[in-house]
């Protein structure tokens, strides 16, 4: 199965300072269909105005991944972790035994980031911090791992089942993804592309859409114009 989520359609919230768009449940947005897709929990489209952010606040037994699409996040916690992530990074935090942290755009634009939470296979596990340059030439034509609960070489670890990747295509180019039936969710952070993989539907997805794919052994993605894509693939919940 492969079904196209758009835009439009996602959750909203505008607080003035903060442009939301929620792909599944989330705060006051409620739809009982989306509340998860395998071990992912959250995927949040967030535009953050310059000189503002979200202040301490805490958060427990969750993998939250921040990937940065234009401009920078400060990151602080009680943990005396501080950090800026810009774009086409990621920031990792392992909430586990609990964490309290604020995150800031203190850049002199606007800040445009995916916030993703994968349920853990763990536990109360040290809460940590952490955020890795990952060089972007590394990901032309190609999905690379850059959080992993799976091993993959060089990727944030992860206390989740599951992986986090990202690429850019060009246009008219074409990359294949094993999933081995998982569910998986990808999003365009920029571009337009196509999926399809086996008997079920091809989709077209623009920037901001989502698509969510299960039940299959491997997606293609076709670039139609340049893109930049994330992708979570996840094992099922019991």
Do not use: C
Not at 26 to 35: G, L, S, T, V
Not at 134 to 158: K, M, Q
Not at 172 to 186: H, S, V
Not at 187 to 195: C, Q, T, W, Y
Request: proline content about 6%.
């Amino acid at each position: 199965m492969i079904e196209l989520r758009p835009f439009e359609k996602l959750g909203k919230a505008n607080h003035g300072w903060l442009d939301a768009n929620f792909h599944f449940s989330f705060a006051e947005y409620r739809n009982p269909e989306r509340i998860h897709w395998g071990a992912l929990r959250v995927w949040n489209n967030d535009r953050i105005a310059p000189d503002s952010g979200f202040p301490p606040h805490p958060h427990r037994d969750m993998e939250i991944v921040t990937y940065v699409i234009r401009g920078a996040i400060t990151h602080q916690d009680h943990l005396g972790n501080e950090g800026r992530t810009e774009a086409g990074q990621i920031q990792v935090m392992s909430a586990g035994q609990g964490i309290r942290h604020a995150e800031y755009n203190r850049e002199d634009a606007e800040t445009e980031l995916f916030q993703i939470w994968i349920m853990p296979n763990k536990q109360g596990v040290p809460a940590r911090w952490e955020t890795v340059p990952f060089p972007a030439e590394a990901r032309d034509g190609r999905l690379v791992p850059l959080a992993s609960g799976r091993g993959h070489d060089g990727a944030i670890p992860l206390h989740a089942d599951g992986a986090l990747f990202a690429g850019t295509l060009k246009a008219g180019q074409t990359i294949r993804q094993t999933l081995d039936g998982k569910p998986a969710y990808l999003v365009p952070a920029r571009g337009r592309i196509e999926v399809r993989g086996g008997a079920a539907a091809a989709v077209t997805a623009k920037a901001r859409d989502g698509v969510a794919v299960v039940d299959l052994p491997e997606i293609e993605i076709t670039a139609r114009e340049d893109a930049e894509i994330v992708l979570v693939e996840t094992d099922r919940l019991n």
